[in-house]
């Protein structure tokens, strides 16, 4: 299918969790009135990262600006219905059983007390607390070696991720956004600005703006117009799992030490993680390890938890983060020398939970010139340039 106009004043390249936030934002932006089109390779997104999420969320982040995404995040997630404007809209329900952070190092310890008082100088709920206190809250737990820990029970869990980018496309859909089963493979620039995209299906559109939404393939897009940024494709592995003795609450989103998660997920339970060396992979490879889950996830989930001796692994999927290595944070915003040329790239695996905040200030941006809402001035590609990362010391 071709294109239904020669011009449109955004292209957005990718309509993952990005594109399809991003364009939605702009339909109820006021003053916007121009043509969205949103071009994406694969329509199925059987491989797309938005497919792959595990739906979390959580303010416990130590930068504010995080903090902050996160606190509009889950406002977007209780209110979603009214946000959408549409009594079809369905209610979002957030599962606030809270990410827990397990320390069992003293620097470890003393990291997540001063993440602890940032987060709620900034109003979240997170507590820090003592291994006894972990123990009583949740008895299930081995806590051999465990200092401490974080953890906060106030809209902080997991949600449905697949519904909210479900209906930012259906009404995108509704309010004119157009998405076109192609793939932009050329763009031509004249001096400082994008003037239009080429398509693989040999059509070429004219661009007001342009938005660099491809997610792991991001660097594949700028590179069309020279620009290199360091953003890569790295495998995630997540686990579904059940248990012959099922806990008798639920079970927080667990930080291990060794860098494994889990969490409760309805009747069954999830984990997740990388292998030790966690290198860039092709862009195609979704190839999985099968012995990983034997020989690193089920010995850590087994000896922290040890009632999930007995499980049964029911599902696995490997994804692909798009890694800001960086900082792995978000880029946001325009080029510096080609200002009609915009990133929403690099989340690292915060995508989908900071798509409803994020997504509304690229629209406002698109829309004014400016971020209304929050700054997110600080994601800006400069810092690429002059090797300043954004400083967030939560990063999983």
């Known amino acids: 299918m071709a294109p239904k106009h020669a011009s449109y004043d955004v292209v957005i390249v990718g309509g993952g969790i990005y594109g399809a936030?991003?364009?939605?934002?702009?339909?109820?932006?006021?003053?916007?009135h121009g043509r969205i089109l949103v071009?994406?390779?694969?329509?199925?997104?059987?491989?797309?990262s938005t497919s792959h999420t595990n739906s979390c969320i959580r303010q416990?982040?130590?930068n504010p600006l995080n903090i902050r995404i996160s606190q509009f995040g889950a406002e977007f997630i209780r209110n979603f219905s009214a946000f959408?404007?549409?009594?079809e809209a369905p209610r979002l329900a957030l599962q606030s059983f809270g990410y827990l952070y397990l320390a069992d190092r003293p620097e470890t310890l003393a990291a997540l007390k001063d993440a602890q008082e940032i987060q709620a100088a900034h109003g979240a709920g997170t507590r820090h607390l003592t291994r006894d206190e972990i123990a009583a809250a949740y008895p299930f737990y081995d806590l051999d070696g465990i200092l401490g820990g974080n953890h906060n029970l106030r809209d902080e869990g997991y949600f449905d991720g697949g519904t909210m980018f479900d209906w930012f496309r259906h009404k995108g859909r509704a309010n004119g956004v157009e998405y076109l089963h192609d793939e932009v493979v050329a763009m031509t620039r004249n001096g400082a600005r994008v003037e239009s995209v080429t398509l693989k299906s040999g059509a070429t559109v004219a661009a007001g703006v342009v938005v660099n939404a491809a997610g792991p393939?991001?660097?594949?897009t700028s590179r069309m117009l020279g620009i290199e940024m360091?953003?890569?494709?790295?495998?995630?592995y997540t686990y579904i799992f059940d248990a012959a003795e099922p806990l008798d609450r639920d079970l927080p989103l667990t930080i291990d030490p060794s860098g494994v998660h889990m969490r409760s997920d309805g009747r069954y339970y999830m984990a997740g993680g990388h292998t030790d060396h966690d290198p860039a992979v092709d862009y195609t490879d979704f190839g999985a390890d099968h012995a990983l889950w034997e020989e690193k996830f089920w010995p850590v989930i087994a000896a922290r938890v040890p009632q999930f001796e007995k499980i049964k692994l029911v599902n696995m999927w490997v994804g692909h983060y798009a890694y800001n290595?960086?900082?792995?944070?978000?880029?946001?915003?325009p080029h510096p020398e080609i200002p009609n040329f915009l990133f929403v790239n690099g989340f690292s695996g915060h995508g989908l939970q900071q798509s409803p905040a994020i997504g509304r200030g690229l629209a406002e941006w698109i829309a004014y010139g400016e971020y209304r809402s929050l700054d997110l001035a600080d994601f800006g590609f400069e810092r690429l340039n002059t090797g300043r990362p954004f400083v967030e010391k939560a990063v999983i």
Not at 230 to 236: F, I, N, Q, T
């Open 325 to 333: 290595t960086l900082d792995q944070n978000a880029i946001v915003g």
């Open 21 to 32: 936030a991003v364009s939605w934002w702009l339909t109820r932006t006021p003053g916007f």
């Open 39 to 48: 071009v994406e390779r694969d329509p199925s997104y059987e491989f797309a």
């Open 230 to 236: 360091p953003v890569e494709p790295r495998k995630r």
């Open 60 to 62: 416990q982040f130590t």
């Open 217 to 220: 393939r991001a660097v594949l």
């Open 84 to 87: 959408m404007d549409d009594a």
